[in-house]
Every structure is written in C-alpha cells, then in structure tokens.
C-alpha cells in the first residue's frame, strides 16, 4: 500500500486533474475515482456483509460483539479504508490503480439507486439486482469478489493506533475461560462496574428485539477511547481465545474482557450508519 496513493489522490482532486484520465464514458475505471475519493472524511463506500460464519451455542458472550456490523471493507474521501477481515481491524491507503480495479470488480458503473444490497456509496446507490425495482438488470458482483479484495485489503493493512476507539464488554467469567488472570488498568470505571454496564445494555438491546437471541445482540459494547481504550488493548490475552482474563485484586473475582476495534463511523451503539461521519465518545459507562 502506498501512501504516496494519498498525496496523489488529494492533488489530483485539488485540481481537477482526476477528471483528465482515460476511461470510457460509464466504465467503472479511472473516472470513477474521484467520485469515491473526494478528498472529504466522510464514509464513501461501505461494503458490508454477514460474517462468513454463525454464532455457535457454545461461544461465550461477548464473541457476537466482533461482528456487530458483520464483515466489511469502508472507504472515505481521503481513499483511507477499514476492513475488520482478519483478526482486529486494518487500516490503509487504497491506491488510485487499486482503487479502480476494485470498482471495476464491483460493477460500479451499474450501481443503481434503490439497490436492496448492503453494498453502498455516498449517493445510497447500490449494485443492481433481480430485486432491484426496476433496475433492469439481473446481476451484481459475487461476494467471492468483495472477500478477496477485503482479505487483500487487509494484509496491505495496518493495525488501528492503541488510542483509537475501542468496544468492550465484560462478563463473569465462565468455566472454559482459560489463562492468568491480568489486572484491569481502569482507574475511570471498575471492573465491576464495568461488567454491570455490559448487563444493562445487553438488556435493553435485547428488549428492543422483535425477536431476542444471540444474532440480535448488536451494538451493546461500552465505548472507550484514547487512554482508557490504549490501556484496555494492552491487556494480554492468551492466543487462541476470544477475551483476556482479568482481575482487580489478587485472589478476587475474574471477568473475561472483550474488545474490538470500532471505526470512526459508528453509531452511539456502536453500529455502522450512513449519517454519523465520525465516531464522538459518549462518556464513561456509568
């Protein structure tokens, strides 16, 4: 990934030299460049899907966390992108050569308003589809396409800053929880304080479910950022497990910590959503 993609992107925009680049008229190649990296930081392209998996009746609460918005790649007007396609969240500069073979890939040029797909730019248009009202065509790229480029995107990658905002839960923990226990480095928030939030508001996510389960559980995890959300990532965890292992006091209770990387256009629940543009904390859990 080159960040020289960035500085390029930025003049070329700065200048309206994007628009001088060749391309057939509707393709989805370099023309239709600047019309994702417009040089703003608001969300351009969001491509979302279910996880690739379902939650097991054996996993511990706090695992249906990590997919809160399912697997995704997002782009916003500085070319910057999110992928969560791995084991945390990456970030990066796409390319502007990258950035076309991917629109490309998507089919862009035959994005329609009105699209029922979860894949979306900042017009709300989507790829056309046999369900598509009146879209009038029949076909859109496989998701095969969109996992490769997330994987891809992903490597190139880097991991968010440690102060970046962050999504915690905390539960008692259970008889499979493995490891030494590490010390919760809050000062802001106990640990059981920390776990008692984490049981409010997996309530009252759960009581505005039509139908409460497991898969509805989304956008209950607590917000941190900046020191407390870098102190929280610090936190060693075994490999191979879902959450660290934590205490407060020596001999005392233990609790399985569970974190994951938000992205700066979350919700105050923690869910992707089109018109928030920028993640704002929402204080300490109480």
Do not use: K
């Given at each position: 990934m080159r960040e020289l993609g960035l500085t390029v992107a930025v003049g070329l925009l700065a200048c309206g030299c994007a628009q001088q680049h060749s391309g057939a008229v509707g393709?989805?190649?370099?023309?239709?460049?600047?019309?994702?990296?417009?040089?703003?930081?608001?969300?351009?392209?969001?491509?979302?899907?279910?996880?690739?998996?379902?939650?097991?009746?054996?996993?511990?609460?706090?695992?249906?966390?990590?997919?809160?918005?399912?697997?995704?790649?997002?782009?916003?007007?500085?070319?910057?992108?999110?992928?969560?396609?791995?084991?945390?969240?990456?970030?990066?500069?796409?390319?502007?050569?990258?950035?076309?073979?991917?629109?490309?890939?998507?089919?862009?040029?035959?994005?329609?308003?009105?699209?029922d797909s979860a894949y979306k730019d900042e017009a709300r248009r989507g790829p056309c589809g046999g369900s598509t009202p009146g879209s009038g065509c029949t076909s859109g790229p496989d998701r095969s396409v969109v996992d490769d480029w997330r994987r891809r995107l992903y490597e190139e990658g880097d991991p968010v800053a440690p102060g970046?905002?962050?999504?915690?839960?905390?539960?008692?923990?259970?008889s499979t929880s493995q490891g030494t226990a590490e010390h919760w480095p809050l000062t802001t928030i106990s640990l059981a304080d920390a776990a008692a939030a984490t049981r409010t508001s997996r309530a009252e996510v759960a009581a505005a479910s039509p139908e409460p389960g497991p898969e509805d559980i989304r956008g209950a995890g607590l917000f941190f950022t900046g020191r407390d959300a870098a102190a929280l990532r610090g936190v060693p965890r075994e490999a191979g497990t879902p959450a660290a292992l934590v205490t407060d006091q020596e001999g005392g209770p233990l609790y399985d910590l569970f974190l994951r990387d938000a992205t700066p256009f979350e919700d105050e629940h923690g869910l992707l959503d089109w018109f928030v543009q920028s993640s704002t904390p929402v204080g300490t859990p109480p």
């Open positions: 393709d989805a190649g370099p023309r239709a460049v600047p019309t994702v990296c417009n040089g703003s930081s608001d969300l351009r392209l969001m491509l979302e899907d279910p996880p690739p998996f379902s939650d097991m009746p054996g996993d511990p609460p706090g695992v249906d966390m990590y997919w809160d918005n399912g697997i995704y790649l997002l782009i916003d007007g500085h070319c910057r992108y999110w992928t969560n396609a791995g084991a945390g969240l990456r970030t990066g500069v796409i390319d502007l050569d990258e950035l076309s073979a991917l629109l490309s890939d998507l089919l862009y040029d035959q994005w329609v308003v009105g699209s970046s905002d962050a999504r915690v839960e905390v539960f008692s923990a259970s």
